[in-house]
């Protein structure tokens, strides 16, 4: 595809379920980045994949929170039993190399509200 | 710890003024500073970055100017456009065992009336 691409773009669900958040990124795109918005706020860094490979997960903010890439391309984000905190939109991103030094290509993200 | 301080939080600016946003940051070690540019719905997309070995850059309209020694950098858009509104998040990134990540601030929602 042209862009990254995110599905699904509104998630509700019922505290306490599990959801699944898929990223497709821009093909050939080395490095693949979770980020997390709260409303009104900047988004806030969750993990980074290097191809199939997660180098850092110093962002995700409870062991609920899980991600993977198996192949190196598409990547899920999984949230366990959730929580209202846990209301945001996810946003992932890519770029060709190692780092988010050049641009980055962010989707238009998932909206989760949990209820 | 916010290391990205980002002010204002809003900003109303009449069609053809010039639209500043100002950021300041506490790790001296970021060594590049993007601006992303956000409508409503849709992700981030990069508007214009600069590194700290520059105290100003320009790309159109938009222009980035850094001060080392303060910390701080700000953007300045310049004949501000209603399609300009949008909400604007500075960004500073530094390099640490081969990759890099964006620690964002909290962004400034920017109207420009027609």
């Known amino acids: 595809g042209a862009g990254v691409s995110q599905s699904p773009r509104y998630k509700v669900a019922k505290r306490g379920q599990d959801v699944a958040l898929r990223c497709d990124p821009i093909s050939g795109h080395v490095s693949l980045f979770w980020y997390q918005q709260a409303l009104g706020q900047g988004p806030e860094f969750l993990t980074y994949f290097q191809n199939e490979a997660q180098l850092d997960k110093s962002g995700l903010p409870s062991d609920r929170f899980f991600a993977e890439r198996p192949e190196g391309s598409v990547s899920t984000l999984k949230i366990q039993r959730t929580q209202q905190e846990d209301s945001a939109v996810y946003l992932c991103?890519?770029?060709?190399?190692?780092?988010?030094?050049?641009?980055?290509?962010f989707g238009q993200g998932t909206r989760l509200t949990v209820v | 710890q916010q290391q990205v301080k980002q002010s204002p939080q809003s900003l109303i600016v009449q069609k053809g003024g010039i639209s500043i946003i100002n950021c300041a940051y506490e790790n001296t070690a970021f060594d590049y500073f993007p601006w992303y540019q956000q409508f409503p719905g849709k992700g981030p997309a990069l508007l214009i970055a600069?590194?700290?070995?520059?105290s100003e850059k320009k790309e159109g309209r938009f222009t980035i100017s850094f001060n080392k020694s303060a910390k701080q950098f700000s953007l300045h858009i310049m004949d501000s456009q209603p399609g300009d509104s949008a909400t604007y998040f500075c960004a500073a990134s530094m390099m640490n065992s081969g990759y890099s990540t964006l620690t964002f601030g909290k962004g400034t929602m920017l109207l420009v009336s027609p």
């Open positions: 991103a890519s770029s060709p190399g190692g780092s988010m030094n050049t641009e980055a290509f």
């Open positions: 600069i590194r700290p070995d520059v």
